[in-house]
């Protein structure tokens, strides 16, 4: 513990300017600094939850999209139920194909949903621990002012008064070296949100696009079947079979 303290009375010392700043400068600086790192912690939360809005939209009318291509599956494989030539079968591949399709949508939505839309949710309870860290770090720096312009005005009205300086100059010390263990503890944190923020967007959206393409490259292969399935309907045999039923 003592040595702890020895370290931070150290880096006290280390930090302060050779010019003694007021309590008035070191206000002004502390506050714009405060305002930068709460401005950064606001535009995370603000785009993360527009991102999470805008996915969600995305995944709603996935949805409904699903439900439409579910209905076109179900009318061709119908259709398809209502022939007794080879079209039914070839048209019957047709309807499984669009229907696995859709199957493949709903995997898709449910990933979005557990890997995009829940991490994102996730960053408004990152972001008001970011907030509390910030007030944590704004009080310590708050009492090490107030410390501060009492020994300002001290020195100023009380000049004489060597041992209420001292006093003074030494909660001061104390109120420093807490404000610097403070500060430090959240300037890590900080860091580690600002690293983290990254690589958290580039799993989030990368989970998203990999959603897409796993789809997209489905659809593809199923429609390619479908497509297959569809122009190997021999229309002359199906118009002979269909007019001339009988021998």
């Not at 401005?39 to 996935?62: G, P, Q, Y």
């Not at 079209?87 to 890997?115: H, N, W």
């Amino acid at each position: 513990r003592t040595l702890e303290i020895n370290l931070l009375l150290q880096q006290v010392m280390a930090r302060q300017s050779p010019v003694r700043q007021s309590a008035e400068e070191m206000r002004i600086s502390l506050a714009a600094e405060e305002r930068y790192l709460s401005e950064k912690v606001n535009l995370v939360e603000k785009h993360f939850s527009a991102l999470a809005v805008n996915v969600s939209a995305v995944a709603r009318k996935t949805a409904r999209l699903r439900d439409k291509g579910d209905a076109l599956a179900k009318g061709i494989n119908e259709y398809a139920d209502a022939e007794t030539t080879d079209m039914g079968t070839k048209l019957k591949a047709v309807g499984e194909c669009l229907a696995a399709l859709e199957d493949f949508r709903q995997a898709q939505i449910d990933r979005v949903e557990a890997k995009v839309l829940q991490p994102l949710g996730n960053y408004e309870a990152v972001c008001r621990k970011a907030k509390e860290e910030l007030q944590y770090s704004h009080s310590a720096r708050e009492k090490e002012l107030n410390k501060q312009r009492a020994v300002d005005r001290a020195r100023v009205h009380d000049p004489a008064n060597r041992q209420k300086i001292s006093q003074l100059e030494s909660a001061l010390q104390k109120a420093k070296i807490e404000c610097l263990r403070t500060t430090t503890g959240f300037e890590d944190y900080m860091e580690k949100f600002e690293s983290k923020k990254i690589q958290d967007l580039k799993v989030i959206l990368g989970e998203y696009m990999h959603a897409q393409m796993t789809l997209h490259a489905k659809a593809l292969e199923l429609y390619t079947i479908a497509y297959q399935n569809l122009h190997s309907i021999n229309e002359q045999e199906e118009t002979e079979v269909s007019f001339f039923p009988f021998p």
